[in-house]
């Protein structure tokens, strides 16, 4: 099961909106095929594998991280291919929630006399494919906040000069860290102050970049900014409120940009859970933000962050330079949001940090706390 989360790995940042499954197929002790699921979200990991296999696939068993589908899309299901092919067990690392599937895939395997057992390594294969779980269970994409900061957490100075705070070896992480999203999201002040092209320049991996995401109510943002002048080789999409001027929308869309429209919070802001619900039902998964301060306090404040990337150099920059997270209107520290550490790396001579998000930004202990 690690050799099949191995290679479901690979599928990670291209395969929405389907999962990221992996597939071994072992036979007499020998791993006969391997499969995963392919861009798009087709072929299926199972079909791959079982291919590899030929008919070698003959009494083995098959290690699968998410239960073979029972639905028929472009091919018939894995479940049933699983059968023909012959396979004896099936070791499934965790159920299905689409509904399409649900149980019936492991429930027609058995039904077809496969042995079949669920659960091993479940919690690793939930945490891989965290972002398809919650947009099937929950309508909303996984959503990690990468930052990059000095010590004391300054992302820009006090004259907004910024490049480079953390070194080349975590900005090379921080670029495969792209690769392995569905999209990355930035705030329109991000566009205007740094003009990122928010594409993966990595050897090798220039063809994993994902989708770009500019979140601007007004659409402030130049029209020449790189994100715009380049929509038609990489998508951009642009998140903005109704009353956004008509000129400069269709001077977007005449780019390439789609333009995604959504209702004003109550500070006038774009209503970013209304965002994320409209970014799941366009299919996607997996959101790396990357930015302004503004738009991670925003996102930390709606409880919409899951996970956080954190970059730090071995810098001070001073209370006068810009903070990582904006303010979000924390008043006691029982209402703060909850982090757990899962990684800590040295990268170069800066450190990475990443954090599951335990617990979100919770004003309703205001009340209980002080009576
Ligand atoms: C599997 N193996 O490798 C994947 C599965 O649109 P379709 O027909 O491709 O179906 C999408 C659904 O199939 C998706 O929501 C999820 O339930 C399942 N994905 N299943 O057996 C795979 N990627
Ligand atoms: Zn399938």
């Known amino acids: 099961m690690t050799a099949a989360l191995g290679v479901a790995r690979r599928g990670l940042g291209r395969v929405w909106p389907n999962p990221a499954v992996g597939c071994v197929i072992v036979r007499d002790s020998r791993a006969v095929g391997r499969g995963w699921t392919r861009e798009g979200g087709r072929p299926h990991a199972e079909t791959e594998a079982l291919r590899r296999a030929g008919d070698l696939a003959a009494g083995s068993t098959a290690y699968v991280t998410l239960e073979p589908c029972a639905h028929h899309g472009e ?20 159920i299905d929630p689409d509904p399409r599937v649900d149980g019936a895939g492991v429930k027609a395997l058995r039904a077809a006399g496969v042995d079949v057992d669920v659960g091993v390594c479940a919690d690793a294969a939930r945490e891989l494919n965290a972002g398809f779980l919650l947009r099937v269970t929950e309508g909303r994409p996984l959503v990690t906040l990468k930052l990059a900061s000095s010590l004391d957490g300054r992302i820009a100075t006090r004259t907004g000069h910024s490049r480079w705070i953390t070194g080349e070896a975590a900005r090379a992480q921080a670029h495969a860290l792209r690769a392995l999203h569905d ?100 299919g996607l998964t997996r959101i790396l933000v990357e930015g302004g301060s503004r738009i991670a306090g925003a996102l930390i404040r709606d409880g919409l962050v899951d996970r956080v990337v954190w970059f730090r150099a071995p810098t001070l920059l001073g209370g006068d330079g810009t903070p990582a997270v904006a303010g979000f209107g924390v008043e006691t520290v029982a209402e703060a949001p909850m982090l757990r550490q899962v990684e800590s790396a040295r990268i170069g001579s800066d450190v990475m940090e990443s954090y599951i998000v335990e617990r979100p930004f919770d004003t309703d202990s205001r009340d209980t706390d002080e009576g």
């Open 75 to 94: 091919t018939p299901p894995c479940c049933k291919a699983l059968v023909e092919a012959g396979v004896e067990r099936a070791v499934v690392a965790c």
């Open 183 to 282: 999209a990355i999201l930035v705030g329109g002040g991000t566009v205007i102050t740094d003009n990122p092209r928010l594409t993966c320049r990595l050897p090798g991996l220039e063809e994993r970049s994902p989708v770009r995401i500019v979140v601007d109510g007004h659409l402030s943002f130049p029209l020449t900014a790189h994100v715009v002048a380049s929509a038609l080789t990489t998508p951009t999409w642009v998140i903005t409120l109704p009353s956004a001027d008509a000129g400069r929308r269709k001077a977007l869309a005449d780019s390439g940009v789609e333009i995604i429209e959504v209702a004003a919070d109550s500070a006038g802001r774009p209503n970013l859970q209304q965002a994320m619900k409209s970014l799941s039902s366009l």
